[in-house]
């Protein structure tokens, strides 16, 4: 199953400008990266996708599920751009309290908790209180708060930001073996040439509109002939980004 917006549309206020207009989208299988310009409209976008935030008009779904239903919330994770030190709790606790949050049982949350925090490689910081750790840690908190309850989609808002290099790949070996199977993975990044050639899929949104969606292999087609490989994926970005048209 996968997060279908359908025709939704979205503005921060009445008087404010519509962000998003009539977009719709559905979620690609396995790994899709977000790209798009400043201001495009992806952290809006994964707002929507997630439920934290409900569009003016247009509905989104996943399988029979509106994102104002507990079913939809409990089967997509979102993590945002900006991740909050909870006061006073651990690494370990502040995971946990997103299980829980999401329905889980104490219990479950606790454990599940413990392997999220592995699979981010913090073991050894889970006791240590999240307004502790350094913003590239605290970023895996968030990772592993958005993996603590096996959503069926995983929305990550800038994931890699402030990550060192090492981190960065252990992330994407990580990005690559959870989205497996039924697993989605829908992520914005800025990181083009680190990260777009390792994704299934491409989407790039441009205004608020999404101006190409589809196969990597597709997306880096676009990329002036010749590109040498690790240009190739900023390449085909500016190429799609500065076309001001629909490409898929
Ligand atoms: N809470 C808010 N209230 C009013 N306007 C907002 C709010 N959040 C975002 N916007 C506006 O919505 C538009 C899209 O912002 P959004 O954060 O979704 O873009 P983005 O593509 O994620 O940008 P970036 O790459 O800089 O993170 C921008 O014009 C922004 O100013």
């Given at each position: 199953?996968?997060?279908?917006?359908?025709?939704?549309?979205?503005?921060?206020?009445?008087?404010?400008?519509?962000?998003?207009?009539?977009?719709?989208?559905?979620?690609?299988?396995?790994?899709?990266?977000?790209?798009?310009?400043?201001?495009?409209?992806?952290?809006?976008?994964?707002?929507?996708?997630?439920?934290?935030?409900?569009?003016?008009?247009?509905?989104?779904?996943?399988?029979?599920?509106?994102?104002?239903?507990?079913?939809?919330?409990?089967?997509?994770?979102?993590?945002?751009?900006?991740?909050?030190?909870?006061?006073?709790?651990?690494?370990?606790?502040?995971?946990?309290?997103?299980?829980?949050l999401k329905g889980m049982s104490r219990a479950d949350a606790w454990d599940a908790a413990e392997a999220a925090l592995d699979r981010v490689q913090l073991r050894d910081r889970a006791q240590v209180r999240t307004a502790q750790l350094s913003g590239g840690q605290l970023r895996r908190v968030g990772v592993a708060s958005a993996l603590v309850h096996d959503a069926d989609v995983l929305l990550l808002d800038e994931p890699t930001a402030g990550m060192d290099p090492t981190q960065r790949r252990v992330f994407r070996d990580l990005i690559r073996t959870l989205a497996t199977g039924e697993v989605r993975v829908l992520m914005s990044t800025h990181d083009v040439a680190d990260l777009a050639e390792e994704a299934d899929h491409v989407t790039v949104l441009t205004g608020g509109a999404v101006t190409f969606t589809g196969p990597t292999r597709e997306f880096l087609a676009y990329a002036p002939a010749g590109t040498a490989g690790p240009r190739r994926a900023e390449a085909a970005y500016t190429a799609v980004a500065s076309a001001g048209a629909v490409l898929h």
């Open positions: 199953m996968s997060v279908e917006l359908d025709s939704v549309s979205f503005s921060y206020g009445r008087r404010k400008p519509r962000i998003l207009d009539a977009l719709s989208y559905t979620v690609p299988e396995g790994f899709t990266v977000l790209l798009g310009p400043n201001g495009a409209g992806k952290s809006t976008l994964l707002k929507l996708a997630c439920g934290l935030n409900q569009p003016a008009t247009g509905a989104v779904r996943l399988g029979p599920h509106t994102s104002r239903d507990r079913g939809f919330l409990t089967r997509v994770a979102w993590m945002p751009q900006n991740i909050t030190a909870m006061t006073g709790l651990t690494a370990r606790e502040q995971v946990a309290y997103t299980g829980w």
